[in-house]
């Protein structure tokens, strides 16, 4: 397997950088046209259908920076970030990191938090499906153990929060977006969660403590712990209305009850 | 990963001798609301990889009307890495679900030590390259327990070490793996011209019954100086001198399932089953002329 495994390495170096090495140009049959020009066509390929699965993935981020930036932004994480899979999909999953990397104390650093929900919303897409939650279930654990309760969440379900207004910012570069109003970029925090429905991929801003209370029982964290998060956010807040309205969203599909529950035994 | 509403006993019919189009996600409602006269879909496996979502419900329920073809584009084959074993299981939790008529992958690599170029890059026909194909194909039909077929690919550059010709190589891949072929009348034609082979002479000497599907496809002309190449671009309709070497093709292969494929600047679908009945009626005369 040598050759072979030797002529794929060159053939991958030379389409991913500027320039093919004599090893490769000496393998490949001229006929006409430069070895050189003859791999350029698949470096070119390769470059071009990166950028156009990126654009596709992130079509937020090209709107608001330009497809010259973005195209240029796009070949520099390319170098840095190759694709990894066989499956396009996966190209834009460090998209986010990159920018935040590139962008970090410029004034588009809100690029990568944007993209970070750009890629939330990818992956909600093509997650898992699960059937909703079982509410009457929950009526059989003994009030006494609820704040040991540990909840699973949906499968296609993603929390996102940025120190800028990001949900706004979407909603203001989708195509059929109605209001051109300005925003400012300090107006506010955003806490975004991204759910799948039936028919459709919703991003809803949530308020603070639901936030907290969610991506604690995200993390795998009991009722309590979580409902403690939500009070560091805002003390005395209602966390039976908290914990009904994240219900309420279809975030949580299960919950398990703590092994020493009167309900296990 | 799906409901069990979905795990019907369904048998997997033969794929017709007709044409059929690529499946695209901008077509899937008007396919389901206007359930054109086609005779069959080809779906990129990987567009349906998803573990849950409307994609797969949209392939599912578009199953149900027509016969498919699943045709992947990413497993590389001809890499010198290993097979990606998460690739391969999506592969096959696919075809279990959808139960294809046929599957096929690619006479080609696109990723060396897991570095993917995601594009179809060809192989030099050396002994090495067939001897790793051979096991290649056989360890993916294994693992899917069925056989798959395995298409040519277009080509701008040729390796200078090839022992044989590409038809040669991919004739005695098939003879020793127990894969069929899908030959892309488009990438014969295109290669044929960016190496100055004669495409018939190609298309005469596999044997046919290797042969159950066939692919068309338009393709681009870029000059560069004096000489210019043919890019299979899959953005155009297919052109005159890939259908006369289509009825080239058929005339000596018989009816053979054929797909019109379209993956860039992608058209109405009416515009694909139009091209799919221009492809029907190069089926029909044939067959008029064997009775």
Known sequence: MLMLRDLQRAFVQGALSDSASAFLCAQIIEDGIAPERRLAIYRNNAVEGFLKTLQATFPTIVRLAGEDWFRQVGRGYMHRYPSRSGNIHYIGQQFATFLEAQLAGSHYEYFADVARLEWAYQEVLIAADHPSFDLSALALVPPTDYGALVFSTHPAMRLVHSR??????????????????????????SSVLVIRRTDHVELRELPPTAFALLAALVRGESLEQAAECALEIEPGVALDAALGRVVSLGALVDFTVPLDSPAKQ | MRSTAHTVIRVAEPMPARAGIGLRAQHHDDLLRDRPDIGWLEAHSENYFADGGAQIDYLLALRELYPLSLHGVGLSLGSVDPLDR???????????????????????????????????????????????????????????????????????????????????????????????LLLDVNNVYVSSRNH???????????????????????????THGDFSILIDTHSRPVSDAVWDLYAFTIARLGRVATLIEWDTDIPPLAVLVAEAGRADQFIKGLHAHAA
């Open chain 2, 196 to 222: 100055g082979f004669d495409a018939r002479e190609y298309i005469a000497h596999i044997d046919p019954r290797h042969v159950r599907e066939i692919h068309l496809a338009g393709h681009s002309v870029n």
């Open chain 2, 86 to 180: 998460d690739h391969l299981w999506r592969l096959k939790r696919l075809v279990h679900l959808a139960e294809p008529a046929l599957v096929s992958e690619h006479l080609s690599w696109g990723a060396v030590d897991g570095t993917h170029l995601n594009d179809l890059l060809p192989l030099p026909y050396t002994e090495e390259a067939l001897h790793h194909m051979v096991a290649r194909v056989g360890e993916l039909q294994d693992y899917l327990g069925r056989q798959v077929l395995i298409e040519n690919v277009s080509s701008y550059l040729q390796f200078a070490n090839a022992q044989v010709t590409e038809g040669e190589f991919l004739q005695a891949l098939a003879d020793r793996s127990g894969c069929g």
């Open chain 1, 164 to 189: 800028f207004p990001v949900l706004a910012i979407w909603r203001a570069n989708q195509p059929d977006a109605v209001s051109d109003e300005p925003i400012a970029l300090d107006q506010g925090s």
